[in-house]
Every structure is written in structure tokens, then in C-alpha cells.
């Protein structure tokens, strides 16, 4: 299954709203599909799983949505360390594939 | 809290092998499997595949048949992952991450490890 990532890079400001989409190739239950962050320098750590489910400590700006093939990962308000790149992951068929990431800059 | 420490940086010709270790702590490591992604030089993630710490058995992406071999040893909480046959292309900061996957339900990763940087040069 390809998950494609849009857009790949998201030019915003601190406070401002951020939606990305990633959209796979083949309709995926959404109980199989997880959203990761990774700041520059550091491992992923993971945000949404589920499609709509927030990870432990996960600040409530960050929520996702979404259902078939399309998903959305929004954050309400960014925040100066939110700033990074962010993955979508299919897990529910192998190869448990990535989006290619969209990065979120200032 | 549950947490992954890989080995450090490797530094290898083409042709040879590399064995990463990843080793699990605060969590019953028995309990959960273990996935390793990789991640070429700004480039994105790469699922290279999973295998069961319950019953060894591995689920690897097509591209790394033949090529990876992935075990554990659960007396002292590690995973390895061997790549053999090295390509300057296998240059790339290796991962590996808690599968939280059960026998009926695939989940998501979490948390990762810090990461290996396998750089593969003449």
C-alpha cells in the first residue's frame, strides 16, 4: 500500500492551524493507521494511532481523522516545537509502509 | 517507562556485514515484537520489517529477503538486526521500535530506539 503525503513541505507561523493529508493507494482500515513527528536530530515518536486515537502525553492540539483512503493529521495552533516532520504509517497490511513526510517549517 | 537503547555508530566497507543491537527496558520484553525502520540521509522512513520476541518469527520487507536476518535473545532484552552484503545505498540511520502488534490486532510503533548511524564507504 503507498501513502502519499501532502503537501511535502507546509510554511506557517506559530499559532496558525496545519492540515496534512495522506492519502493511500488502497482503502485501509482506520484502526491501521498511525501519525508520527520527528523533530531534527531525533528518533519518530508516534502522535495518532488509530487514525483519530491521541498517544499518551500528546497535547490535544494535535488530532486526526479520516476514514477509506484519505486521512488528516491537524494541528490546531503550532507551537515553536512543532515544527518538524511528520510521517503517516499503514500498519494493518505488510509492508507496514510510511508516507514519504511533510514537513512543517516556519 | 518502556525504552529502547541501540549500539553505537558502525563504519563499514561494501561487501561486509553490520549487526545493530537494540536493547528493551521497562516493559515485560517478551510481551511485544520489534520492527526496524531506516532512514537514508534526508530522506524519509523505511519499514524494513518486524519479528515476534514470543515466537521468532520474522516479517520482512521483499527488498531485504536474503539479505537481513532479525532475532532476539529475551534473557537479556535484545533484538539484532544483521544486514550482510553492504551498498553505499545502505548508508542510513537504522531505528528499531516496540511493535505493539498482538496476535489478532496489528498496532503501531512505539516507542523507538535512538537510532544507529551504519555508514557504508570504500
Known amino acids: 500500500i503507498v501513502l502519499t503525503q501532502s503537501p511535502g513541505t507546509l510554511s506557517l507561523s506559530p499559532g496558525e492551524r496545519a492540515t496534512l493529508s495522506c492519502r493511500a493507494s488502497?482503502?485501509?482500515?482506520?484502526?491501521?493507521l498511525a501519525w508520527y513527528q520527528q523533530r531534527p536530530g531525533q528518533a519518530p515518536r508516534v502522535l495518532i494511532y488509530?487514525?483519530?486515537n491521541r498517544a499518551t502525553g500528546i497535547p490535544d492540539r494535535f488530532s486526526g481523522s479520516g476514514s477509506g483512503t484519505d486521512f488528516t493529521l491537524t494541528i490546531s495552533r503550532l507551537e515553536p516545537e512543532d515544527f518538524a516532520v511528520y510521517y503517516c504509517?499503514?500498519?494493518?497490511?505488510?509492508?507496514?509502509?510510511f508516507g514519504q513526510g511533510t514537513k512543517v517549517e516556519i | 517507562q518502556a525504552q529502547l537503547e541501540q549500539s553505537g555508530p558502525a563504519v563499514k566497507k561494501p561487501g561486509a556485514s553490520v549487526k545493530v543491537s537494540c536493547r528493551a527496558s521497562?516493559?515485560?520484553?517478551?510481551?511485544?515484537?520489534i520492527t526496524w525502520v531506516r532512514q537514508a540521509p534526508g530522506q524519509g522512513l523505511e519499514w524494513m520489517g518486524s519479528?515476534?520476541?514470543?515466537?521468532?518469527?520474522?516479517d520482512l520487507a521483499q527488498k531485504f529477503q536474503g539479505r537481513v536476518t532479525m532475532t532476539t535473545d529475551t534473557p537479556t532484552s535484545t533484538a539484532y538486526m544483521e544486514l550482510r552484503s553492504l551498498r553505499s545505498d545502505d548508508t542510513a540511520v537504522y531505528y528499531c521500535?516496540?511493535?505493539?502488534?498482538?496476535?489478532?490486532?496489528?498496532?503501531?510503533?512505539?516507542?523507538w530506539g535512538q537510532g544507529t548511524r551504519v555508514t557504508v564507504s570504500s
Open positions: 521500535a516496540r511493535d505493539l502488534s498482538t496476535m489478532v490486532s496489528p498496532n503501531w510503533l512505539d516507542p
Open positions: 488502497q482503502s485501509i482500515s482506520s484502526t491501521h
Open positions: 488509530g487514525a483519530s
Open positions: 504509517q499503514q500498519y494493518g497490511t505488510s509492508p507496514k509502509t
Open positions: 519479528i515476534s520476541v514470543f515466537n521468532g518469527k520474522t
Open positions: 521497562g516493559y515485560s520484553f517478551f510481551t511485544f515484537g
